[in-house]
């Protein structure tokens, strides 16, 4: 889009205001961007770690129950896992990654009992592999909590950085350009304005001295 | 602000039983619809967390990708008992690829 203005010393100088400002900007906004996905690229770096490590530890605590299933009866699995001796509190709140609002949880474990002891059942009726699944499941429970809270900040991220890098875009090949190329249409016609005055002054000069000799 | 906050699984019978031994609420759904019901009612509740497993998530992505924009609740694809299909992993590298324009962390480091 074309800037139009009226070509005048007071336009060219609230033109030249705006480039600078629309530089200061640019430049501004393309620091926080690159700071951003500076964040960004760790952040999808620990998503990945922990990615990894849920799926495996997952995948082996599926396999202990579904080993269990086969060593008891369903039934008594179910009841075995009926009512859970501990339980989770969550607590979340809000941080600010760049002036990007992301979660922030912390939890822990609140057990009844014993401890020591994670099981909600006696060891009496149950497989070992229930116990060992369960204890993988207890253990990677921090790691997805964490993942939650990473996962979100990417995606969170994400959008942000999609909007700033469009600002950025938005100054460096349209605003920043239309400025320069209005300034230059000003100051052209500025001068133009001052050759026509100056040639209209000579041939004026020019008259008077015909007529005075 | 924080404010106590529960943890829900969404996802098959077998790959969510575990996660009640830990005190974690599950809830077991067969469809797709019973999921996206049972996704919207804890989302609307005091869930912050809510892991869907990945047989299920697969079904209603695109109710999954709603609470995309909000900071809470977050909600999460795990892998199921059946064997992860790398769902969470696709949808973390499109992420990406949104933000950064080109899929270069990916390509670059393999995606292992």
Redesign the interface.
Known sequence: MEIRVSPNRMQLLALKRRHSMAVRGHKLLKDKLDEM?RR??EL?KR??EL?AA??ES??Q??QG??LA?AAMSSEA??VA??Y???????????KSIMNV???S?S?S??RQGDESNI??YGFAYTSSELDS??KL??ES?SS??E???V??S??????E??RT?RRVNALEYVLIPDLERATKYVTMKLDEAERGNLTRLMKVKEMVRERGV | MAHMHKIAVIGDEGSIMGFRALGVDTFAVATAHEARETLRAAARGQYAIIYVTEGVASDIIDTITEYGHKPLPVVLTIPDSSGKKGAAMEKIRRTVEKALGADILFGKEGNA
């Open positions: 996905l960004f690229l999808v998503d990945r990615r849920i799926d997952l995948a605590a599926f129950f579904l299933r699995v179910d896992l009926m859970p001796k501990e339980h989770i509190s969550l607590t979340a709140s809000q609002a992301v979660p949880f939890w474990f609140e099981y909600p699944a369960i499941l207890s429970m997805l909590v993942l939650a809270e996962e979100k990417v995606e969170l991220m994400a959008s950085i999609e890098r």
